[in-house]
Nanobody
């Protein structure tokens, strides 16, 4: 059983920065691809960024150049550094862990960007 706990959300002005963390339980973190997704009110959950077990990254076009995903396998933690935030980045941000095709989700953390 995997448990994911996100932290670091909050309220920030446009142009500001936030750093999200997601701590995973268990011993499978280092072999698992990890991802950050977000869901704005009235919209479907969408991909933000992913990172493979080897550190290869992938980003949604809307966040390229502004967001950075990283991981620390020794701490079982994946991070999302968000810079130059825009009001349209407002959403609940979720991390996930893909373990042999089964996807685990955290409870989410709210990010609100004011204009």
């Amino acid at each position: 059983q995997v448990q994911l706990v996100e932290s670091g959300g909050g309220l920030v002005q446009a142009g500001g920065s936030l750093s999200l963390s997601c701590a995973a339980s268990g011993s499978t973190f280092s072999i698992s691809p990890m991802g950050w997704y977000r869901q704005a009110p009235g919209k479907q959950r969408e991909l933000v960024a992913t990172i493979s077990s080897r550190g290869n990254t992938n980003y949604a076009d809307s966040v390229k150049g502004r967001f950075t995903i990283s991981r620390n396998n020794a701490k079982n933690t994946v991070y999302l550094q968000m810079n130059s935030l825009k009001p349209e980045d407002t959403a609940v941000y979720y991390c996930n862990q893909n373990l042999r095709g089964y996807v685990y989700w955290g409870q989410g953390t709210q990010v609100t960007v004011s204009s």
